[in-house]
């Protein structure tokens, strides 16, 4: 199993590079990577700022989308005919999306206000922009080194001149020989020529000496102020390292935040939903929605038996129980059934409490099951209008409705007709607003 290094460790480890990188360090202008460093170190903190902001748009993307799809859904179940513990349990299903997408929300959060900010602070604190452009800390560096070289380099200068002034007397010695060499086979040339060339070898070889001997007294002083140099080096050098290893800690650190605020799966809120949601399906009971369904569906529901009722001249003459503005027509009776369009879910069943006055569903087949269909579309969508066509109608007197199930509208306004007049004066129609109800049929006319 791996462990965490202590970042002093790390540190420690970091400045055991190899002598031969810090040689190729040392040599006059190879300090310039080492330089850059800071940079790249700058702009590697954009990098990872612009990766994360990416990261959140598409945690944010997935809570819309699985908020949206909720939203849907839960309307689309509420609306169809599954009912009970199952039709609670098909529901959580939609109460696990919207909680998750919750925690998605928390991630974006959490990655643009809390790990985008901590690197954006940092970055601001570990480095310092100036004015004529760069960062102080890659200034202070490529002075150092340039203050660091500066004598060993002028040493070096006069070494190499020293080393070309030597190559080039023995050079100019070696063509001297030749010269006379050749004099002594050629008898063009006369005696005084001979001792001409030959003396000019021997300065030459004079000339070399001294050249050897100027060149091996800088290479002895280069060599001495070298260990002074390459510690001067070193110091910058490690400052250079110092800041990187600050970098390189803060990195890991600000990885392992950003790995702790991906992982759901140490979130305690998120191994919570899917608990609830297990509880929510095993806790569906086969025979109590059976049982509800029989009660209010079923021979166990409520009837309403014919009985001999006496004359009573009092009922005929009482008033509407609806509110009507004046000159309106009179509403039909408040005794409504559930319309043919009506779902016998629970939702919609909580809604419309009235019942009807025989053991029979007023529900009509649908034309197309999902099955028939090809399951294109949505069966409980389609089941809206399956039972009238929609007609657009305008309110020609005020109506304010009295019960949960009925619209409220003002007069002129305009509304959908979805089902037509039932036995007792109601039609069921929908606003513009997308709110759907009953109203009294002789309180609109067609457009």
């Known amino acids: 199993m791996s462990q965490h290094r202590a970042p002093m460790q ?195 070889k004079q000339d070399v000496q001294k050249a050897k001997e100027k060149y091996e007294k800088s290479l002895e002083e280069l060599n001495k102020c070298t260990p002074q140099y390459m510690e001067c080096m070193e110091q910058v050098f490690d400052q250079c390292q110092q800041h990187e290893v600050k970098r390189l800690t803060f990195l890991k650190e600000a ?42 569906h079923g021979p166990e529901m409520p009837m309403n038996w014919p009985a001999f009722e006496e004359y009573n001249p009092d009922q005929a003459s009482a008033p509407p129980k609806k509110k009507k503005p004046d000159g309106a027509p009179p509403t039909p009776s408040t005794d409504h059934v559930a319309p043919p369009g009506d779902r016998s879910s629970v939702s919609s069943y909580e809604k419309n409490q009235g019942f009807s006055t025989e053991w029979s569903d007023d529900e009509q087949p649908t034309a197309n099951s999902g099955n028939e269909n090809g399951g294109n579309g949505n069966s409980f969508e389609d089941d809206v209008s399956t039972t009238g066509k929609s007609v657009r109608v305008r309110a020609l007197y005020d109506y304010e409705g009295q019960e949960q199930d009925e619209l409220t509208f003002k007069a002129g306004d305009e509304l959908t007709k979805t089902e037509d007049e039932d036995e007792q004066g109601w039609c069921r129609g929908r606003l513009d607003s997308g709110q759907e109800g009953l109203y009294p049929a002789n309180y609109v006319e067609p457009i």
């Open 255 to 296: 990885l392992l935040d950003i790995k702790r605020h991906l992982n759901l799966t140490e979130n305690a809120s998120y191994a919570t939903i899917y608990r609830e949601l297990e509880r929510t399906i095993l806790g569906a009971n086969t025979q109590e929605d059976l049982k509800w369904f029989s009660n209010n």
């Open 10 to 204: 790390d540190y420690q480890d970091f400045l055991s590079v190899p002598s031969t990188y810090l040689s190729l360090c040392s040599q006059v202008g190879n300090y310039k990577r080492a330089v850059k460093r800071f940079d790249d170190g700058h702009r590697l903190c954009n990098d990872l700022m612009g990766c994360l902001q990416e990261r959140a748009k598409i945690e944010k993307s997935y809570g819309d989308q699985l908020t949206a799809w909720s939203k849907r859904w839960r309307q689309l179940i509420e609306k169809g005919p599954q009912y009970g513990s199952v039709e609670r349990a098909w529901l959580a299903v939609m109460t696990e999306a919207e909680k998750v997408s919750e925690l998605h929300q928390d991630v974006k959060n959490n990655l643009v206000n809390e790990d985008v900010e901590k690197v954006k602070n940092w970055q601001k604190e570990a480095y310092h922009k100036q004015m004529i452009g760069g960062f102080k800390e890659a200034k202070e560096a490529e002075e150092g080194f340039k203050k660091a070289q500066k004598p060993w380099a002028k040493k070096l200068k006069e070494m190499e001149a020293a080393k070309k002034s030597y190559h080039m007397a023995c050079k100019e010695e070696k063509l001297a020989a030749a010269r006379e060499a050749n004099g002594k086979t050629e008898a063009s040339v006369t005696v005084d020529q001979q001792k001409k060339l030959h003396e000019k070898v021997d300065k030459c």
